[in-house]
T-cell receptor
């Protein structure tokens, strides 16, 4: 089984400041890793994913994340946030053995609030 | 391309009443998922369909929840009777998995927010 821990439930940050949202996972097998964003009253949208290869992955809206296998982490970063980045962010994993990421396990989410 | 469509978007019912949610996946997507998202939590899988077959329903509370996916396209999730603890957002997602060895993104609908009074 897999589990995902998002260490911060809420992260307030001022506009144009950098931000890091932390994610740690636990799994006995190799996993794919994901970050999703959820805007109010909307479904989840894929922000970025790590499947293989370079451990630094870039996503939409200027976000990037780095996979650290030894620390079992997949932290999300953005160098300069905008008001429009205010949303809930979810980290998720899926065992590679499941094939095609059909078994997603989500963390409890981090509410990012960008202040003017 | 149209996304995953869900209806209704909001539903308020009294406890012990039945309720049903409907999902229309992206055209051509053979895999459909129902998730429940409790307040302040991430989504949790309830059931996964491959075409019309339910292949993973281990987290579906079968005493009161049921689901169907007729003809492998639209799906309905039903709760009967609803309890106070069923208040949550119910998300539907779909993906295509014709190649099981490669990654295929899950696309999520906007969800149905259920409030049980």
């Amino acid at each position: 089984a897999q589990s995902v821990t998002q260490l911060d439930s809420q992260v307030p940050v001022f506009e144009e400041a950098p931000v890091e949202l932390r994610c740690n996972y636990s799994s006995s097998v190799s996993v794919y890793l994901f970050w999703y964003v959820q805007y109010p009253n909307q479904g989840l949208q894929l922000l970025l994913k790590y499947l293989s290869g370079s451990t630094l992955v870039k996503g939409i809206n200027g976000f990037e994340a780095e996979f650290n296998k030894s620390q079992t982490s997949f932290h999300l970063r953005k160098p300069s946030v905008h008001i429009s980045d205010t949303a809930e962010y979810f980290c998720a994993v899926s065992p590679i053995s499941s094939g095609s990421a059909r078994q997603l396990t989500f963390g409890s989410g981090t509410q990012l609030t960008v202040l003017p | 391309e149209a996304g995953v469509v869900q209806s209704p978007r909001y539903k308020i019912i009294e406890k012990k009443q039945p309720v049903a949610f409907w999902c229309n996946p992206i055209s051509g997507h053979n895999t459909l998922y129902w998730y429940r998202q409790n307040l302040g939590q991430g989504p949790e899988l309830l059931i996964r369909y491959e075409n019309e077959e339910a292949v993973d329903d281990s987290q579906l509370p079968k005493d009161r929840f049921s689901a169907e996916r007729l003809k492998g396209v639209d799906s309905t999730l039903k709760i009967q009777p609803a309890e106070l603890g069923d208040s949550a957002v119910y998300l539907c997602a779909s993906s295509t998995h014709r190649d099981l060895s490669s990654y295929n993104e899950q696309f999520f609908g906007p969800g149905t927010r259920l409030t049980v009074l």
